[in-house]
């Protein structure tokens, strides 16, 4: 069996440097938004001119694409771990629990992640995070290197359709009107309560997708 090859010292670097940044704006995060950190003070943190900076990330913005597509990796690794041992909603569940429980722990980066995306009005492409960064970032979840680099709708609307399968929601479900009330659950509880009682979104996370559930099978009837 051959050996992996070892990553070079370039893509080493640069995998480095990219998530140094994406680190040191984490923990600005947690204390303010990002608008209040200029990009010079982000590189004094990471001993890195401004010029340098901007040849990792073209403007500002791309460093919370770029936090939103590691965390996108580490949910699709997390989905696909509950998967082996769940199907249908109860894997919906599970990722909305996980979520609840990185919020409490990086308070300031849903919100800012919430204010990208309703900024994003043109789609703008996302950045590719490399095997190096992902093993790097991720060293205890063992074959995040191969995970999916898929969005949340993705994750969702295979699930939904399992939840159909298995007869946990009706057949005639409809797939958009469900997906857009998960996604409204997902960016809308944090944005509602995450300044007022954050401990709780892993509760109010449980009691809105209860009701969807319910909503869902009652439309289905009608």
Known sequence: MEKPTRPGLRDRKFARTRLALAQAAIRHLDSAP????SVRALCDQVQI??????NYFPRKDDLVAYLDELWSIEL??????????????????????YTAVQIQK???????????????????????????????????????ETSAQ???????????????????????????A?????VSIFYGVPLAIQHTNPASIGAMYRQQLELLWAGLRTAAMK
């Open 106 to 144: 990086k308070p300031g980066l849903m919100a800012e992640i919430i204010a990208y995306v309703a900024r994003d009005r043109e789609h703008a492409a996302r950045p590719e995070i490399t095997v190096v960064e992902r093993a790097m970032a991720f060293p205890d979840l063992e074959g995040i």
């Open 49 to 54: 001119s401004e010029a340098t900076f901007f």
């Open 34 to 37: 990002l608008d209040t950190l």
């Open 178 to 182: 469900a997906m857009i009330g998960l």
């Open 150 to 176: 898929d969005n949340l709708e993705t994750l969702f609307k295979a699930s939904l359709q399992q939840a159909m399968t298995q007869g946990e929601l009706p057949a005639n479900t409809l797939i958009p």
């Open 76 to 97: 699709n690794w997390y989905g696909a771990q509950a998967a082996l041992q769940q199907k249908g909603l109860a894997v919906i569940e599970a990722l909305f629990r």
